[in-house]
């Protein structure tokens, strides 16, 4: 039945949480079972999307406010549907994307705390009832994560402390959003080995479409 429809599939969790290897590894071994695969990322994965990319990763951290951030993701991700995503499936390919629209509601609505309500309306604007046929949230212990993405942690000067009660609040939101979003949603436990965190997506993903 399946098999000239793509499905959208999007990774989605902390710093440090191991998505970009996992989408890859995903990727592989859904061209082995036969499926076009288109690998990308947010923000970015068009070229408009990733000049946007640019413009909110790079310079003064102060040059952009919460809710000036979440315009600018939410334009690059746009682009990126338009001329990235929905393309490709409608050829049939699997999408996989490492992060997509939860990343906003978890670190710009949750994190920077724009508000839940705030980063729904400009999703429902900006995509409307489009979603992901699954997301996999890779959950880690906030200190870890960092910890894997600085080498080290210096979890005592404040401005450590501050990242830290951020990144907490955006993982309870992912999990938030994982409650919420039961049927699309998959939390999965990234401190397992990159090995056995590839074999667990892999098999939900087999008794999920390949069964
Ligand atoms: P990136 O270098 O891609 O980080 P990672 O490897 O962790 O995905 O940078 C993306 C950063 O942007 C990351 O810290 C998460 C953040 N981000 C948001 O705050 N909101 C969003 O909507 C998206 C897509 C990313």
Same mark, same amino acid.
């Given at each position: 039945? +399946?098999?000239?429809?793509?499905?959208?599939?999007?990774?989605?969790?902390?710093d440090g949480s191991?998505?970009?290897?996992?989408?890859?590894? $995903?990727?592989?071994?859904?061209?082995?079972?036969?499926?076009?695969?288109?690998?990308? @990322?947010?923000?970015?994965?068009?070229? +408009?999307?990733?000049?946007?990319?640019?413009?909110?990763?790079?310079?003064?951290?102060?040059? /952009?406010?919460?809710? =000036? =951030?979440?315009? $600018?993701? #939410? !334009?690059?991700?746009?682009?990126?549907?338009?001329?990235?995503?929905?393309?490709? $499936?409608?050829? +049939?390919? /699997?999408?996989?994307?490492?992060?997509?629209?939860?990343? !906003?509601?978890?670190?710009?609505?949750? +994190?920077?705390?724009?508000?839940?309500?705030?980063?729904?309306?400009?999703?429902?604007?900006?995509?409307?009832?489009?979603?992901?046929? $699954?997301?996999?949230?890779?959950?880690?212990?906030?200190?870890?994560g960092?910890?894997r993405t =600085?080498?080290?942690?210096?979890?005592?000067? @404040?401005?450590?402390?501050?990242?830290?009660?951020?990144? =907490?609040?955006?993982?309870?939101?992912?999990?938030?959003?994982?409650?919420?979003?039961?049927? @699309?949603?998959?939390?999965?436990?990234?401190?397992?080995?990159?090995?056995?965190?590839?074999?667990?997506?892999?098999? #939900?993903?087999?008794?999920?479409?390949?069964?």
């Amino acid at each position: 039945m +399946g098999d000239k429809v793509g499905r959208f599939i999007t990774l989605e969790g902390g710093d440090g949480s191991g998505k970009s290897s996992q989408a890859k590894a $995903l990727g592989d071994f859904l061209e082995s079972m036969g499926k076009e695969v288109v690998l990308t @990322r947010e923000p970015g994965g068009s070229p +408009g999307a990733d000049e946007i990319r640019k413009l909110i990763l790079t310079g003064d951290p102060e040059r /952009w406010d919460g809710l =000036e =951030e979440t315009l $600018l993701f #939410y !334009t690059a991700r746009v682009n990126h549907l338009r001329l990235t995503v929905k393309p490709a $499936l409608a050829r +049939g390919a /699997w999408v996989i994307s490492d992060r997509f629209a939860d990343s !906003t509601m978890a670190y710009q609505g949750y +994190g920077n705390q724009l508000g839940v309500e705030t980063v729904r309306k400009i999703h429902d604007v900006a995509v409307g009832t489009f979603e992901p046929d $699954l997301t996999f949230i890779l959950d880690l212990d906030v200190e870890t994560g960092l910890a894997r993405t =600085e080498g080290r942690g210096h979890d005592e000067d @404040r401005f450590e402390r501050m990242k830290l009660a951020f990144h =907490e609040r955006m993982r309870q939101g992912f999990l938030e959003i994982a409650r919420q979003n039961p049927d @699309r949603c998959q939390v999965v436990d990234a401190s397992q080995s990159i090995d056995d965190i590839q074999m667990e997506l892999r098999s #939900y993903l087999k008794g999920r479409f390949f069964s």
